[in-house]
């Protein structure tokens, strides 16, 4: 019995102090935990890098949130495993408004701590920002604790999505920036999402960054009148507004197969309109709504099919707006979309509008990046950056207001579907950019980051040659200039080396 006592209180050190020294030994480069504090399947751009990482043969963790279901690719990749975080029990709700913020936030450092500290060893945790709170300060805790590096994916800043809840200058708001502030700096390495933001982050913060464009991956791109077909006949079962009026369950308000058995499309078709949006404040489908409201009375126009996917708060507020309505020439569409159809439906519209208006003004819409990448023309409306992604009049068209937009609608489908002169213009302009896919870009800027973390490159092999015709970060392919743009072909891109994981890195 006299024994007991110390062994029972010697007990945890000693599982602490073996945790700490096998964690110290053990060495993993080529295990990285990408950690999402958010629904995993509504985060494109990490599982794109985790499918990157996993075709170059790293051992990917993929922690979250569990929801939307991820693509199939991704949960039958050997290479990757998910991993959910338990979230905040729903009877927090029924505290008052800033007790319920502190307890979900002490809940998800202990929630996030445990997943992260019961994985395997990592060479490596590859966080999403934002959210900022807690997850900078649990996953750089438990990067120091596990003698692994931290590398964030600046997409956003937390601090500016908080201040449109709260004013800007509220106590709150405050706070978390100089939080993300400081976190921000406790990272190896980061990448983010535009030029706009790197300059952002080394001027205000002293954070170098390489920016890091969203490209599309293989999956959106120009789609066949076959595929099409295919598409409006599945749709048509479930909504009727792409339903043949004849009741022909053959053909569709597009197309119908000929006698010769070839896709065609139809004459009198009316124009496809694709949005996808969030239903939140950061997205005033408002204007999109008033300028179709005066579309709708407009008469040199074609019939207009407006497909609107996404989930959000404001849906429902806006959908009985829809419905309230008489429409003469406009007709709505408000699917959720299976993860494989949302390409297809991409390449098949005629034009694409983008109501993103960034919260800090320095990121860019992914979802502009995915109809790029399927050939789709779009109408964008105006924020700090958006000319970094939109080249207005080359690849598309920014807008300020619901009249701009309206004004744009008219001049795109004049004459349509016979006369498609700019959105012809426009999607031929996007051919260059379909060129470059997220994987190639990938290989050339962030795989070198983390081959130099985990030391399996000799560093010559980092060092970009001067003069290699490879545009920095890609952002020179499409652009409205063209300069370099000749230079450069996927097939070419894999040879520089990482300049990108030099200039990401911090100081040490």
């Not at 395997?120 to 805790?141: E, H, R, W």
């Not at 300049?499 to 040490?508: F, I, P, V």
Request: glycine share 6%.
């Amino acid at each position: 019995m006299s024994f007991a006592l110390p062994i029972l209180f010697y007990t945890p050190f000693v599982f602490i102090f073996l945790y700490l020294l096998v964690n110290f030994i053990v060495k993993t480069p080529r295990h990285v935990c990408i950690v999402v504090l958010g629904d995993i399947g509504r985060s494109p751009r990490m599982l794109y890098h985790a499918l990157s990482f996993a075709q170059e043969g790293f051992k990917v963790y993929l922690v979250g949130y569990k929801g939307s279901v991820p693509p199939k690719k991704l949960v039958e990749n050997e290479n990757i495993e998910l991993h959910y975080v338990t979230e905040a029990p729903n009877f927090f709700k029924y505290y008052p408004k800033i007790f319920q913020y502190f307890l979900k936030v002490i809940w998800q450092s202990l929630a996030l701590s445990w997943t992260l500290l019961l994985l395997p060893k990592m060479g490596s945790y590859f966080l999403q920002n934002p959210p900022s709170i807690p997850t900078m300060a649990v996953a750089y805790v438990v990067s120091r604790v596990r003698c692994s590096e931290l590398v964030i994916d600046w997409h956003n800043y937390g601090h500016t999505i908080l201040a449109m809840a709260l004013k800007s200058g509220h106590p709150m708001v405050r706070f978390a920036e100089q939080y993300e502030k400081i976190c921000g700096r406790l990272s190896a390495y980061n990448i983010c999402v535009t030029k706009a933001m790197k300059k952002d982050l080394q001027q205000n913060w002293n954070i170098k960054a390489t920016t890091v464009y969203d490209r599309p991956p293989e999956n959106f791109c120009s789609v066949s009148p076959e595929e099409q077909h295919e598409l409006f006949v599945r749709l048509a079962r479930e909504y009727p507004v792409f339903a043949d009026r004849s009741g022909n369950e053959e053909s569709t308000v597009f197309t119908q197969r000929s006698s010769s058995g070839e896709i065609v499309s139809l004459d009198k078709r009316p124009a496809l309109l694709v949005s996808s949006t969030s239903w939140t404040e950061d997205e005033d489908f408002g204007i999109l709504l008033e300028a179709l409201k005066d579309y709708d009375l407009r008469e040199a126009v074609p019939n207009l099919i407006c497909v609107i996917t996404g989930k959000g708060p404001q849906k429902e507020f806006y959908s009985k707006q829809i419905k309230e309505r008489q429409w003469e020439k406009v007709q709505f569409c408000l699917p959720w979309l299976a993860a494989e159809d949302y390409p297809l439906l991409l390449g098949s519209a005629d034009i694409g509008v983008c109501l993103h208006m960034s919260s800090s003004g320095l990121d860019l819409p992914m979802k502009v990046v995915d109809m790029f990448g399927c050939g789709l023309p779009v109408c964008a409306v105006k924020f700090e950056c958006i000319d970094e992604l939109v080249k207005h009049d080359v690849n598309g068209l920014i807008f300020r207001d619901s009249s701009e937009l309206l004004t744009q609608l008219q001049d795109l489908l004049g004459g349509f579907p016979s006369n498609q002169g700019k959105l012809s213009t426009f999607r031929k302009n996007l051919e260059l950019f379909q060129s470059v896919r997220w994987h190639d870009q990938w290989k050339q800027l962030v795989l070198p980051i983390f081959e130099e973390i985990g030391a399996t490159q000799k560093p010559s092999q980092f060092r970009v040659q001067t003069g290699s015709g490879i545009p920095e970060n890609f952002d020179d392919i499409g652009s409205e200039d063209g300069e370099n743009s000749g230079n450069v072909h996927p097939s070419s891109a894999g040879e520089s080396g990482t300049g990108a994981a030099q200039e990401g890195k911090k100081e040490r």
